[in-house]
């Protein structure tokens, strides 16, 4: 999903990833948590779509509801593999995981990548 730029040249390519592992132990299934109505995934997506520098949305996750949701309110889905996905997994494994998976899927690199966390439901396309 790149976006071609001004004259026919190519635009940056900004890849957004919201990381969402299923399994938290102190706020179960947090990032399918309603707010206003939308899943907490589902607005992190909503706002990196509307971006108007964001290229690609990519949802890291290792539990198959969130995916579904995160396929449903437009994002790509990168199944994030059990050795990056318990308790002690950074986010920045998922994202390094998710830009390379990413990159492989689109035989390209991305010049950007954007750490968005759906836990902040307020974030706005600007």
Known sequence: MSHPGPAGTQARRVLAVIPARGGSKGVPAKNLAPVGGVPLVARAIRACLAARLVTDVVVSTDDHVIAEAARHAGAEVVLR?????????????????????????????????????CTSPFLTAE
Not at 98 to 116: I, N, P, Q, R, T
């Open 81 to 117: 593999p059990a050795a990056i996905a318990g308790d002690t997994a950074t986010s920045e494994a998922a994202v390094l995981h998710a830009m390379d998976a990413h990159e492989a899927l689109h035989g390209s690199a991305v010049d950007v990548v954007l750490l968005v966390q």
